[in-house]
C-alpha cells in the first residue's frame, strides 16, 4: 500500500488527524525525509506534532524504532493512540529547549525552528549536533528567508495557522554555516511543492 494511504488509514477515526495529516503531507516532502533516514536505529522526530511523520518513518522501516517528541499534551496523546498499532512507534510529552536528548542514529526537525526564537536555536542545535551517533544524520525542513516569494507566502501561511506567534526564518547559507560549525556535513535541497510556500532540506551528516 502506498505510504500516504497506509498513514491516512491509521488517522482516519480521528477528525483532527485526518484532514490536517493530507495537508502536512501536501506542505513537507515526507517520503524524501524517510529515504534519508537511517534504515534502522533510533530516530527522533522531534516537534512530531500529531505524529504523521514518525508513523511514516515507522513504517517505512521496521528495524527503526522510532520516537516522536513534542510539548503538546493533546497531539502527543494522538500520536499514542496511533502507535499502538505499530510496535516500533512510541511517542513522548517533552520538551525540546529544557530536557535532555538521548542519543540516536537520526534526528528530523520539520518547521519547528522558525517557531522558536533565535537566541534558542543554537543550543538547540548544539544539543541535537551532541545526541547524533558518529555516522548519524539529522534532517532539517526549514523555511530559507532568501527565497523571497516563496519565504513571503510562508509567512502569510503561519499568520493563517499560527496567527499570534512569532516566525524567525533563517537564510540557507547562513544556517549551513552554523551546523557546519557544529560538526556536520551538510547537503542542501530545494524540494518544490504543490504548497506555495519555502521547502528547504538541510541533510546533515555526523
Known sequence: MNNFYQVLNLYKNYPHGVYYMPLRWVINPFTKIAQNMPKEGTIVDLGCGEGVLATLLALHSKNRQVIGIDNDRYKIKLGKLISRKIPNLTFKLQNLVTS???????????DFLHHTPYNQHEKILRKIANATRKGGVVIIKEVDSGEYFRSKMARFWDFVFYPKEKTYYWDLKKLSKLLEKLGFKVKVRRETRYFPSSTTLFICHK
Do not use: P, Y
Not at 535532555?100 to 520539520?110: E, M, P, Q, R
Open 100 to 110: 535532555k536528548l538521548t542519543k540516536a542514529n537520526g534526528f528530523v526537525l520539520t
